[in-house]
Nanobody, 124 residues
Framework: QVQLVESGGGLVQAGGSLRLSCAAS????????MGWYRQAPGKQRELVAQ???????NYADSVKGRSTISRDNAKNTVSLQMNSLKPEDTAVYYC??????????????????WGQGTQVTVSS
């Protein structure tokens, strides 16, 4: 099992900034990709940004130029710096990790883990 714990959400005025952080812990594992998703009320969960172990990046068009995702592979953490926030950025933000985890039998299996979610509210 791999657990993800998020921090850094909150209330901010439009034009402000927030930094979200996520730390992974648990069994012996290797994370291939870490990312942030968000879900606004009445909408589907969507990708915000993702970073792979090799460093390749993927951003949603809606946040390009305003957000930066970074990762510390040694600490198994990922952060999302969001600037110039807009009211439409209001959502619950979820951290996600995909990788391989060692089972009790020693076999490696794929995993996907989600954090509990952190609320980001941007007031106009």
């Amino acid at each position: 099992q791999v657990q993800l714990v998020e921090s850094g959400g909150g209330l901010v005025q439009a034009g402000g900034s927030l930094r979200l952080s996520c730390a992974a812990s648990g069994s012996i594992f290797v994370i291939g990709a870490m990312g942030w998703y968000r879900q606004a009320p009445g909408k589907q969960r969507e990708l915000v940004a993702q970073i792979r172990i090799g460093g390749s990046l993927n951003y949603a068009d809606s946040v390009k130029g305003r957000s930066t995702i970074s990762r510390d592979n040694a600490k198994n953490t990922v952060s999302l710096q969001m600037n110039s926030l807009k009211p439409e950025d209001t959502a619950v933000y979820y951290c996600r990790a995909d990788g391989r985890v060692a089972g009790t039998s020693g076999r490696w299996t794929d995993f996907t883990s989600w954090g509990q979610g952190t609320q980001v509210t941007v007031s106009s």
